[in-house]
Every structure is written in structure tokens, then in C-alpha cells.
């Protein structure tokens, strides 16, 4: 299976979720991602802020190649950075090494509405 570094979003309120920076494995075809214990399979383009859904739970996740700027999330939000990806994200996605030890970061977001509010 084809592993990347990916940012995961579980959409918690539709729009709203919890952000991570986190290793994703491939299925041969493409359409399922594994995520830990996670099996997320395409929405196909059937959900508005969601293009992911847990097999098992039936929970909607955004899942995108992440951001240099590490603005990932449509709102502002707190992303957590997995252990096992750290010292690369940091190195390679975000060329910050010095940041490596960090565990988390701040997005601002996309949202320019929100990122006035702020």
C-alpha cells in the first residue's frame, strides 16, 4: 500500500471538526484510506465539507494533501500533529525544521469571513 502525509479532519458539526496531521495508507484503487484503525471511503462528492466517510462509524472526515502555510482547516482550529510523522511534516511539508518538537499548531484557517472575526 502507498503511505503519504495527509491532514484529517473529522467533521464533528458538518462544517466544524477536530484537525490532524497524520500517515495515510492507499488502497490499491484509491477510493479507501486508512487512517490507524480507520477505514474512510470516498463520498464521491456527495457532502459539501466532507469527502470521506468511517466505514464503521459513519462518521464524515475531510482528508487533503496538507498546507506549507499550514492552514488546512476552513476555520480556525488547533491541529494536532501525529508522533510518527513529526520530524517529516515539519522538515519536508512545512520547511520548519526547528518547529520538529511541536505537537500542535494553530490553523487560521480558510474561511477569510473567520480569519476577520479573529
Same mark, same amino acid.
Given at each position: 500500500?502507498?503511505?503519504?502525509?495527509?491532514?484529517?479532519?473529522?467533521?464533528?458539526?458538518?462544517?466544524?471538526?477536530?484537525?490532524?496531521?497524520?500517515?495515510?495508507?492507499?488502497?490499491?484503487?484509491?477510493?479507501?484510506?486508512?487512517?490507524?484503525?480507520?477505514?474512510?471511503?470516498?463520498?464521491?462528492?456527495?457532502?459539501?465539507?466532507?469527502?470521506?466517510? %468511517? $466505514?464503521?462509524?459513519?462518521? &464524515? =472526515? +475531510?482528508?487533503?494533501?496538507?498546507?506549507?502555510?499550514? !492552514?488546512?482547516? @476552513?476555520?480556525?482550529?488547533?491541529?494536532?500533529? %501525529? $508522533?510518527?510523522?513529526?520530524? &517529516? =511534516? +515539519?522538515?519536508?511539508?512545512?520547511?520548519?525544521?526547528? !518547529?520538529?518538537? @511541536?505537537?500542535?499548531?494553530?490553523?487560521?484557517?480558510?474561511?477569510?469571513?473567520?480569519? &476577520?472575526?479573529?
Amino acid at each position: 500500500m502507498d503511505s503519504t502525509i495527509k491532514y484529517i479532519e473529522l467533521k464533528t458539526d458538518g462544517l466544524r471538526g477536530v484537525g490532524r496531521i497524520g500517515r495515510v495508507e492507499r488502497s490499491k484503487t484509491g477510493k479507501t484510506l486508512y487512517y490507524k484503525e480507520r477505514s474512510l471511503v470516498s463520498l464521491k462528492g456527495s457532502a459539501a465539507k466532507a469527502n470521506y466517510f %468511517d $466505514e464503521e462509524s459513519y462518521e &464524515e =472526515y +475531510w482528508v487533503s494533501n496538507p498546507r506549507k502555510d499550514g !492552514n488546512d482547516s @476552513l476555520f480556525p482550529l488547533i491541529i494536532e500533529v %501525529d $508522533e510518527d510523522v513529526r520530524d &517529516e =511534516y +515539519w522538515q519536508l511539508i512545512r520547511n520548519e525544521p526547528d !518547529n520538529s518538537k @511541536l505537537t500542535s499548531y494553530k490553523s487560521v484557517g480558510k474561511s477569510k469571513k473567520e480569519r &476577520e472575526a479573529v
